[in-house]
């Protein structure tokens, strides 16, 4: 999950001023080999970074990020590569920087997320935490997919989720620096810096659209979270991102922003799509009135049967009028027979979002609430 994102300018400079951060100019390209903790190396980045638009970020990109300079005691930013590298390259199999002609974004992949319940347990995070590697990345929103609805175009629907009010959304992360396995023009160890989104429980409003989703947390909380990362404290961020704290939330009047989702083009779906019109609301495909009703129900073979009856109390057999008997169904009618069933019914309830459809929503194929496709659960006599 949260393997795309839309990233601006505007956000990034609204999350500067929020996290006070003492060195907001633009990305440098220059290389740097420096082993200090507290300094960050900055080979990550490239000539593509004097621009920090991308509306369609997706892992293997750079991006300018925040972390906190314990030499200077502040929040300063720098160029990484989203998608963590834990360990150093090799001269056999070194790591590439995205300057790099035969640089791919694959490796990325890998590693793009990281879960916050288990974060501390995972060697490749623990280090991280430990040591107090811990960034924010600040965005507009990032994109979620669910499966097509539509027979005819089976490419999944993205949705752009971002905050109701258009908040800047600060994303907990952990950062790495490692050597690439190859010297640079100084014959200096070369380094790559990366980051890792932590991930939690998606919120109540969200859950529809997927199970999870990225640890999003208020300015005082990423203050926090980048000056004295923890065990403790990401436990205190797991339930604020997943909004089951979000009535106690009330640090500084912060609180977990409701979420605005709704679907985009599905040119999204090509991760080198760049157009404008990424983060547009469109009108899904899969809503068309067409995609929630069945074609008209096949008739069910039937056959006409005698049945008799004997009487006791009288002295004559009678011949009992013929009676139409509907026979079991096909199985390729069967969804047509429970929605005739379910109609006598009258509800029926959403797997994904437990959304209740009532009356005439009985013939739906889809949920009216969050469009997943519906599931038969009755067997057909």
């Given at each position: 999950?949260?393997?795309?994102?839309?990233?601006?300018?505007?956000?990034?400079?609204?999350?500067?001023?929020?996290?006070?951060?003492?060195?907001?100019?633009?990305?440098?390209?220059?290389?740097?080999?420096?082993?200090?903790?507290?300094?960050?190396?900055?080979?990550?980045a490239s000539s593509s970074d004097t621009t920090i638009n991308n509306v369609n970020m997706s892992p293997g990109t750079s991006a300018k990020i925040f972390i906190y300079n314990h030499t200077s005691n502040s929040v300063?930013?720098?160029?990484?590569?989203?998608?963590?590298?834990?360990?150093?390259?090799?001269?056999?199999?070194?790591?590439?920087?995205?300057?790099?002609?035969?640089?791919?974004?694959?490796?990325?992949?890998?590693?793009?997320?990281?879960?916050?319940?288990?974060?501390?347990?995972?060697?490749?995070?623990?280090?991280?935490?430990?040591?107090?590697?811990?960034?924010i990345f600040a965005v507009d929103g990032y994109y979620e997919w669910t499966k097509s609805l539509s027979p005819i175009d089976k490419k999944k629907q993205p949705y752009f989720v971002k905050s109701s009010s258009s908040?800047?959304?600060?994303?907990?992360?952990?950062?790495?620096?490692?050597?690439?396995?190859?010297?640079?023009?100084?014959?200096?160890?070369?380094?790559?810096?990366?980051?890792?989104?932590?991930?939690?429980?998606?919120?109540?409003?969200?859950?529809?659209?997927?199970?999870?989703?990225?640890?999003?947390?208020?300015?005082?909380?990423?203050?926090?979270?980048?000056?004295?990362?923890?065990?403790?404290?990401?436990?205190?961020?797991?339930?604020?991102?997943?909004?089951?704290?979000?009535?106690?939330?009330?640090?500084?009047?912060?609180?977990?922003?409701?979420?605005?989702?709704?679907?985009?083009?599905?040119?999204?779906?090509?991760?080198?799509?760049?157009?404008?019109?990424?983060?547009?609301?469109?009108?899904?495909?899969?809503?068309?009135?067409?995609?929630?009703?069945?074609?008209?129900?096949?008739?069910?073979?039937?056959?006409?049967?005698?049945?008799?009856?004997?009487?006791?109390?009288?002295?004559?057999?009678?011949?009992?009028?013929?009676?139409?008997?509907?026979?079991?169904?096909?199985?390729?009618?069967?969804?047509?027979?429970?929605?005739?069933?379910?109609?006598?019914?009258?509800?029926?309830?959403?797997?994904?979002?437990?959304?209740?459809?009532?009356?005439?929503?009985?013939?739906?194929?889809?949920?009216?609430?969050?469009?997943?496709?519906?599931?038969?659960?009755?067997?057909?006599?």
């Amino acid at each position: 999950m949260c393997g795309r994102a839309a990233y601006s300018t505007a956000s990034f400079s609204s999350a500067a001023s929020a996290l006070r951060c003492s060195d907001s100019s633009p990305p440098s390209a220059a290389a740097a080999s420096s082993t200090k903790k507290d300094e960050l190396a900055s080979s990550s980045a490239s000539s593509s970074d004097t621009t920090i638009n991308n509306v369609n970020m997706s892992p293997g990109t750079s991006a300018k990020i925040f972390i906190y300079n314990h030499t200077s005691n502040s929040v300063c930013s720098t160029s990484m590569v989203w998608g963590l590298l834990p360990n150093n390259g090799t001269p056999q199999s070194p790591h590439l920087l995205p300057s790099d002609d035969k640089f791919t974004p694959s490796p990325h992949y890998i590693m793009f997320n990281a879960r916050s319940e288990t974060v501390d347990a995972k060697k490749s995070f623990h280090s991280l935490l430990r040591d107090g590697q811990s960034c924010i990345f600040a965005v507009d929103g990032y994109y979620e997919w669910t499966k097509s609805l539509s027979p005819i175009d089976k490419k999944k629907q993205p949705y752009f989720v971002k905050s109701s009010s258009s908040d800047t959304l600060l994303l907990a992360g952990l950062w790495s620096r490692v050597k690439t396995g190859r010297r640079n023009n100084n014959n200096q160890e070369e380094t790559i810096s990366t980051f890792t989104i932590l991930t939690t429980e998606a919120h109540p409003t969200l859950a529809w659209l997927h199970p999870r989703q990225p640890c999003i947390i208020g300015s005082t909380v990423a203050r926090e979270w980048l000056q004295s990362p923890s065990r403790a404290l990401v436990d205190k961020i797991r339930p604020l991102s997943s909004g089951q704290q979000q009535q106690q939330h009330d640090i500084k009047n912060e609180r977990t922003d409701p979420w605005e989702c709704y679907p985009v083009t599905k040119k999204m779906n090509d991760a080198k799509y760049h157009g404008d019109d990424c983060t547009v609301a469109v009108k899904s495909k899969g809503r068309k009135l067409e995609s929630y009703f069945t074609t008209s129900p096949s008739p069910c073979k039937r056959k006409k049967i005698e049945v008799k009856e004997d009487y006791s109390e009288s002295t004559s057999q009678q011949d009992v009028e013929e009676k139409n008997v509907t026979t079991k169904c096909s199985q390729k009618d069967e969804s047509n027979a429970l929605l005739l069933t379910e109609t006598i019914n009258n509800e029926w309830s959403c797997h994904v979002c437990t959304f209740l459809h009532t009356k005439s929503k009985s013939q739906f194929l889809a949920c009216e609430m969050c469009g997943s496709q519906r599931e038969c659960t009755q067997d057909i006599a």
